[in-house]
């Protein structure tokens, strides 16, 4: 949403933290900044709570005994932030300027916010397929996240879509899991490492669909029942599975931050092995915006805790300088 012409500016909204994206990494860090007397706020985005709003049951978060949902556990964690004094901000931030020395990030709302530090979560999106019967059995068989959801599927016979790395992990974590995995790939050979290869093809377990891609999923109202799949000659064949699993990559919400911050090739920001500090004073990151590797809640919620006590400590520094 653009600013009319003539329109007056509005006075940025300060903090001394900013926090963008409001997944596990950027509660934790608002709850870690707020105790620190930090007085964060925190700019929610477009999809509050980030990916585990859309993941049901939440089995392996530490300190519950029962499964959880994502959506609640994700109102907890906002809800702790803002008691301990964190401001939350429903808003989507489209441009930052990190000239300093005050940080500046851009609102749809017309806002502007300022800040002395800056902690980015805004986190990753799995990609999907794109058919209506994807979003339709979401949750109900239809899941982007193995680690998060295989043990749902135990001793039964599931599908991963997907050629590369992600697709092969993927299969051989639900293969110790599942009655049976099929990997389904669109191509007559997988994009990913030999080694990954041999034991994807080696497992008893897992099968491959070659040549194939997902038509359509289907099911009732208990969830998937089967995948319809095309071929290239025109042909359809049907897969009975009760799970599917989206394994076609991940893609970091980063790309505001495009000519400010080093990315690699697939637009995770690039960090020093094992730091949440980026290449600009005071502007630092976690989560999965910046973790290509474990995309764990969990994981997440640790970086969040790293970048608020580096955000204190270098606040800390700027007072005595």
């Known amino acids: 949403m653009s600013t009319p012409q003539n329109a007056p500016q509005q006075a940025p909204q300060h903090a001394p933290v900013m926090i963008i994206g409001s997944g596990p990494a950027g509660c934790t860090a608002a709850l870690y900044a707020a105790r620190a007397g930090l007085k964060p706020m925190l700019i929610r985005g477009m999809q509050p709570g ?87 059995f979401s949750g109900r068989g239809v899941s982007a996240c193995a680690t998060c959801d295989g043990a749902f599927f135990r001793n039964q016979d599931v599908a991963v879509i997907g050629g590369g790395n992600s697709a092969l992990e993927e299969a051989l974590y639900l293969a110790n899991l599942c009655r049976s995995v099929t990997l389904i790939h669109r191509r007559d050979k997988f994009r990913g490492e030999k080694v990954m290869q041999d034991r994807a093809l080696n497992h008893p377990k897992i099968s491959v669909r070659w040549n194939s891609e997902v038509d359509e999923f289907l099911g009732g109202p208990m969830g998937l029942e089967k995948i319809r799949l095309k071929h290239p000659d025109g042909t359809t064949s049907e897969l009975v599975v009760t799970g599917a699993f989206i394994a076609i990559g991940h893609k970091p919400n980063t790309d505001i931050f495009a000519d400010w911050l080093s990315r ?37 919620a640790g970086m969040g805790c790293m970048a608020a006590l580096d955000a204190n400590r270098y606040l800390e520094r700027l007072q005595h300088s």
């Open 50 to 136: 980030g990916q585990l709003t859309i993941t049901t049951d939440v089995e392996n978060y530490p300190g519950f005994v029962q499964p959880i949902q994502g959506p609640w556990l994700m109102e907890q964690m906002e809800a702790q932030a803002a008691h301990h004094g964190t401001t939350l901000i429903t808003d989507h931030i489209s441009k930052v300027d990190f000239t300093g020395p005050r940080h500046l990030a851009y609102g749809d709302s017309g806002q502007v916010y300022s800040a002395d530090a800056v902690i980015i979560s805004t986190g990753a999106s799995a990609k999907w397929l794109g058919l209506p019967s994807e979003k339709a």
């Open 264 to 300: 690699d090739e697939t637009g995770y920001l690039v960090l020093p092995k094992g730091s949440v500090t980026t290449t600009i004073p005071g502007v630092f990151a976690a989560g999965d915006v910046a973790d290509s590797i474990y995309r764990q809640a969990v994981t997440a």
